[in-house]
C-alpha cells in the first residue's frame, strides 16, 4: 500500500480568493498548497482594468504568509464594453494571465457579465491573436433551460459556434460537471481544455439534499446525475492533458450560506490536494495524480512547471467543521468528515 505521495508542486487553476478580511483568512490555504492560482476576478466590482488587477495582485501578496512560495495569476473580467487594447497590454505586461467569461448572472457577482458573446467579437480576436486564454462559466442563463441543462445548452449554443468562429483560441471550459463536457473538450484539438474540481469528481446532485438541504453543497455549475460524475471523475484521473486541476475554492461566511437565499459556492481550499489524491487513488491511478495537478496545467498556460515538491502521508484526520470566525467563519467542504491524505511539506 502507498504511504506517501510526492508530486511536482501543484497549481491551482482556478480560485476564488475574495478580498479584505476573507482574503486575509483564506489565502493561505491555497499558497501552501500551490505555486501559483488562477485568482478569479468576480470581486464586487469586478476586476476589469489592468490597474485594478496590479492593486488586487498586491493586496493577494500581503495576505499570504511571509515567504509563501507562491504566484497569483490575475484575470481581467469581461463586460460587454471590455476593451481589447487594454486586455491586451495587460497580457504583455504580464499583469493579466487571462481573461473570464461569465455570462450575464449566471453566478456569484457576475451581473457586469457579458449579455452577448457577439459583443465580444473585437476582445477575442485579439486574444486569439496574441494567445491570451479564455475563461469561460459555461453555463446559459435563460430561465426556461432547467438549471441541470445550463452546461450542456451553453455546449450546443455558445462554445460549439466559438471553437468554430476563433480556432485559435486558447479556452479553458472551467469546473466542468457534464459527460457532454467531457465529450466536448475530448472531441477538441490541444487548444481547448477543462479545469476539475474536487466536488464534482466527488458528490452527484443527491449530496444536496441528502436528508434535507445542505447548503455547502450547492454551488454552480450545480452537481449533476451519477453518470454525468462518474465522466467528470475519468476524464480528471485520465492524465490527458487537456484535463488539469482547479479546485474553484469559492468561500462565503457561514450566514451567507445557510440562508434562505443562500450562495453558491463550495469552500475546499484548505484539503484541496488532499481531496483530489484521495479520487486518484480510489481510481487506482496515482501514477496520472502529478499531471492533472503539476503538469497539464502549466502545458496549457505556456508557463514552466514548478520547481519544488509537495508531499502526502497517508494519515487519518478530521476536517474541522467551521473554520475562522465572525465574517470570515466558512464551513469547509468534507467538514466533519475524516480524510485519508496529509499534506505534510
Ligand atoms: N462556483 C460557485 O458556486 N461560486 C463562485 C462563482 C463561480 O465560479 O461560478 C463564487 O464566486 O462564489
Ligand atoms: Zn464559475
Ligand atoms: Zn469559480
Known amino acids: 500500500m502507498t504511504t506517501t505521495i510526492t508530486i511536482r508542486r501543484p497549481d491551482d487553476w482556478h480560485v476564488h480568493l475574495r478580498d479584505g478580511a476573507m482574503l486575509d483568512a483564506v489565502a493561505e490555504y491555497t499558497a501552501r498548497q500551490f505555486g501559483r492560482a488562477i485568482v478569479m476576478p468576480n470581486l464586487s466590482p469586478p476586476v476589469t482594468t489592468v490597474a485594478a488587477a496590479q492593486a488586487y495582485r498586491g493586496r493577494i501578496m500581503d495576505a499570504v504568509p511571509q515567504g509563501a512560495d507562491f504566484i497569483p495569476l490575475m484575470t481581467c473580467y469581461l463586460t460587454d464594453d471590455a476593451d481589447p487594447s487594454e486586455i491586451a497590454r495587460g497580457f504583455q505586461d504580464g499583469v493579466f494571465t487571462a481573461c473570464k467569461l461569465y455570462p450575464a448572472n449566471a453566478t456569484t457577482n457576475s451581473a457586469h457579465g457579458v449579455t452577448d458573446i457577439r459583443k465580444l467579437t473585437h476582445v477575442l480576436e485579439a486574444m486569439e491573436r496574441i494567445g491570451m486564454p479564455l475563461l469561460i462559466h459555461g453555463e446559459v442563463t435563460d430561465s426556461d433551460v432547467d438549471i441541470f441543462d445550463r452546461e450542456a445548452v451553453f455546449i450546443e449554443r455558445t462554445l460549439v459556434p466559438l471553437v468554430r468562429d476563433y480556432p485559435a483560441l486558447k479556452i479553458v471550459l472551467e469546473h466542468i460537471t457534464t459527460a457532454d463536457a467531457v465529450d466536448f473538450v475530448e472531441g477538441s484539438g490541444p487548444q481547448v481544455a477543462a479545469t476539475i474540481t474536487p466536488q464534482h469528481m466527488i458528490i452527484n446532485r443527491n449530496a444536496i439534499f441528502a436528508g434535507g438541504i445542505r447548503p455547502h453543497n450547492y454551488c454552480l455549475p450545480i452537481a449533476k446525475r451519477e453518470r454525468h460524475r462518474l465522466a467528470v471523475r475519468k476524464a480528471g484521473v485520465s492524465g490527458l492533458p487537456s484535463f488539469f486541476l482547479g479546485t474553484d475554492s469559492a468561500p462565503h461566511e457561514i450566514g451567507r450560506k445557510q440562508s434562505a437565499c443562500g450562495c453558491a459556492g463550495i469552500f475546499n481550499a484548505p484539503f484541496a490536494i488532499e481531496t483530489y489524491a484521495q479520487v486518484f ?27 519544488g515538491t509537495v508531499t502526502l502521508e497517508r494519515t487519518d484526520h478530521v476536517v474541522p467543521g467551521t473554520l475562522g470566525e465572525g465574517e470570515t467563519c466558512v464551513v469547509p467542504f468534507h467538514a466533519g468528515e475524516t480524510l485519508r491524505w496529509k499534506l505534510v511539506g
Do not use: K, T, W
Open 281 to 307: 487513488e480510489e481510481e487506482d491511478a496515482l501514477d496520472n495524480f502529478e499531471a492533472f495537478a503539476s503538469l497539464n496545467g502549466p502545458a496549457f498556460y505556456g508557463l514552466p512547471v514548478n520547481e
